[in-house]
């Protein structure tokens, strides 16, 4: 069925290392792939997405690449800072709507 | 633009009884979709409207749930007969069309006694 797996749940980092959530999906005809970031008792904030005519996508220190053959696209987070923590969520489109990970809890250590 | 709004941010009410919460989407935006989040884990689709038109409704919408956008604006979920399983996060997401991004509200929590 449609699903998007997401790893790892929890990652720790020192601040100003980087980050890296990696995401897989099972449909083939998703063209669409956002991430949020969910901070405690809010929303999830839209930060960066691509689709699948290109390969990378970078804004500033956030930068998103997807490889469709193998259906894996990932988030790579440089220079990390205590800003940073939070719920990470990769997703991928599924006809109109969007599915959604389970999310990655991002810790930025000091 | 202030984003998409959603009311009330929090909801206590005892089992069996029924709630409605409402969301106000981003200005000029069509798509407006509902989106169920429990503890740990990813937002679930509810449902989804295109202007007034309800287009698209997941298998966990039970019949209890029921959402309306009346006129395109903002939109409207009904949980009738709440059970303890109902308690969670009611999110609320905006796009300007098909194929957009979407942008969430800061939800409605739900809590069953």
């Known amino acids: 069925g449609e699903n998007v797996e997401q790893h790892p749940s929890t990652l720790s980092v020192q601040e100003g290392d980087s980050a890296v959530i990696k995401c897989t999906y099972s449909d083939s005809a998703s063209n669409y792939f956002p991430w949020y970031k969910q901070e405690l008792g809010k929303g999830p904030q839209l930060i960066i997405d691509?689709?699948?005519?290109?390969g990378e996508k970078k804004d500033q220190r956030i930068a998103v690449t997807l490889n469709k053959t193998a259906k894996h696209f990932s988030l790579h987070i440089t220079e990390t800072q205590p800003e940073d923590s939070a719920v990470y969520f990769c997703a991928a489109s599924i006809g109109d709507k969007i599915i959604f990970g389970k999310g990655t809890r991002l810790h930025i250590l000091p | 633009d202030t984003g998409v709004s959603q009311d009330p941010r929090h909801k206590i009410t005892k089992r069996g009884q029924n709630v409605t919460f409402r969301c106000d989407p981003i200005?000029?935006?069509?798509?407006l979709y509902w989106y169920r989040q429990t503890l740990g884990q990813g937002p679930e689709f509810l449902t989804y409207f295109q202007n007034e038109a309800q287009l698209e409704k997941s298998r966990l919408l039970s019949n209890r749930f029921s959402a309306e956008r009346p006129k395109g604006s903002f939109s409207t979920l009904e949980i009738q007969r709440t059970e303890q399983g109902d308690s969670a996060m009611y999110l609320c997401a905006s796009s300007l069309d098909g194929w957009q991004p979407q942008h969430f509200g800061d939800g409605t929590r739900l809590s069953i006694l």
């Open positions: 691509i689709r699948s005519n290109v």
């Open positions: 200005s000029e935006h069509n798509r």
